[in-house]
């Protein structure tokens, strides 16, 4: 059987009928408040959702444009013309979409597309674009892109400019690309004619590599240069 309610029990109103009453209190003596208040919290709402769908639409959108270069080159290769629609496509991505990951990716491909053209101070200007759009990068690009400055320098015979770019390379996350990070700068001292410093670069790259022709090129540039 149920345990009885005492005569106190009874007599004591239920807590929550009394805190619900004390809401409707409340309310009732402070409607314009709550109001105000209901109407803040309405419109918060409908500017989150508005800007998560519109932010949502923007991504999704840059990111079928950057599918629509990476599809051209997949059917018909690295060709010019492929070139030519792809840097419209990037320049577009950049113009309409600059705060995207895709925009962002735009700049990086721009210079990939006018360094095998040979348009190198073209080339410079968008690894530097992606390069200054890119905070802390685990993925390695950043590493990729001022790797691609240097050998943007490099190809232009600017050495000294192309081992500033060499070094600030190794300052980002560069797993897997060890020896090729102390390759370029190697090479870049032994442009310069500074054999020591390409010596000293030289023996670190070769403590990093393992590929076999590598490891034979290098021990051929310590050496000549020992």
């Not at 991505?93 to 360094?115: C, D, F, Q, T, V």
């Not at 390759?183 to 000293?200: D, M, T, V």
């Not at 030289?202 to 000549?224: D, G, H, Q, V």
């Amino acid at each position: 059987m149920s345990a009885k309610l005492s005569k106190k029990e009874l007599k004591s109103p239920d807590a929550f009928q009394s805190t619900f009453e004390r809401v409707g209190d409340y309310v009732s003596d402070n409607k314009t408040r709550v109001m105000v208040v209901a109407a803040a919290l309405v419109c918060a709402v409908v500017v989150a959702l508005g800007i998560y769908f519109y932010w949502s639409h923007y991504t999704n959108s840059a990111l079928k444009l950057y599918a629509k270069a990476q599809s051209n080159i997949l059917k018909s290769g690295d060709t010019p013309q492929t070139a030519t629609e792809n840097i419209k496509i990037f320049n577009e991505l950049i113009e309409k979409y600059p705060y995207s990951w895709s925009g962002r990716m735009a700049y990086y491909h721009l210079g990939n597309i006018y360094y095998s053209t040979g348009e190198l101070d073209k080339a410079i200007k968008s690894y530097s674009k992606f390069a200054g759009k890119t905070g802390s990068d685990k993925t390695g690009l950043k590493f990729l892109a001022l790797t691609s400055l240097g050998y943007a320098y490099e190809a232009k015979k600017d050495f000294k400019e192309a081992l500033k770019y060499f070094n600030q390379a190794q300052t980002a996350v560069h797993t897997g690309f060890e020896s090729l990070g102390l390759r370029n700068i190697a090479r870049s001292y032994e442009e310069l004619n500074n054999k020591e410093k390409a010596l000293e670069y030289y023996k670190k790259a070769l403590e990093k590599t393992t590929e076999p022709s590598a490891t034979l090129l290098i021990k051929r540039k310590i050496s000549a240069l020992s």
